[in-house]
């Protein structure tokens, strides 16, 4: 069954360090998203990214976030300069476009921890 | 501001019983309603959905109902298995394509 992978499953980072995290999305999905979990809250919207373009995003997604599809297969947060509250789970997920009712499917996730 | 509230962090429950999750949401603009089911150390698994022009939705031992007047929608598991021991999330969207406003999560224990 396809499945959505992330890479790396563990990040630890310096404050004030550029991060990557990784995503492969399920190969005939055309939406894609970052969501992320800080431990003991509930799991936030990021940011959307259909067509080769941020579709939506959330206040939380500011200027220090971007989100790149290199390739055909791949899909990235990059975090500029990591602050300590950026350390949570961060979830990548996608969608097909005829997903009857936004059913999304996550990946496995990407624990930051930012020291 | 909580637009998705599940309002009871924790659930037990017996094997072979019936498990009912609540989750109640106050955007009227939202259209389709999902649960995910969590493992520590793991993405949200996708479970039902149900869209709002409907009120009830099944797949095997789960049912999603929507009260759309009440803007409140619930998940039942029956026979709940201990396999089923997970933290629960309700998710709401307007439309397809757009964010997923997920609740707090509801953590059911399943016991034999």
């Known amino acids: 069954e396809p499945e959505v992978t992330q890479t790396p499953s563990h990040q630890v980072t310096q404050m004030g360090q550029e991060v990557i995290l990784r995503c492969v999305p399920i190969?005939?999905?055309?939406?894609f998203y970052w969501y992320r979990q800080i431990l003991g809250q509930k799991v936030e919207f990021l940011v959307s990214f259909y067509n080769n373009e941020i579709s939506e995003k959330s206040e939380i997604f500011d200027d220090q976030f971007s989100v790149e599809r290199p390739d055909g297969s791949n899909f990235t947060l990059k975090i500029r300069s990591t602050k300590l509250e950026d350390s949570a789970m961060y979830f990548c997920?996608?969608?097909?476009?005829?997903?009857?009712?936004?059913?999304?499917?996550f990946g496995p996730g990407t624990r930051l921890t930012v020291l | 501001d909580q637009q998705v509230k599940q309002n009871s962090p924790s659930l037990s429950v017996q094997e072979g019983r019936i498990s009912i999750l609540n989750c109640d949401y106050t955007n009227s603009m939202f259209d389709y309603f999902l649960w995910y089911k969590k493992y520590p150390a793991e993405g949200p698994t996708f479970l039902i959905s149900i869209s709002s022009i409907k009120d009830k939705n099944e797949d095997g031992r789960f049912t999603v109902f929507l009260n759309k007047s009440a803007k409140h929608l619930s998940l039942h598991i029956v026979p709940s298995q201990p396999g089923d021991s997970a933290v629960y999330f309700c998710a709401a969207s307007s439309q397809a394509g757009t964010a997923l406003i997920f609740g707090k999560g509801t953590t059911l224990s399943v016991s034999s």
């Open positions: 997920a996608s969608s097909p476009t005829s997903g009857i009712y936004n059913e999304q499917f």
């Open positions: 190969s005939n999905h055309l939406y």
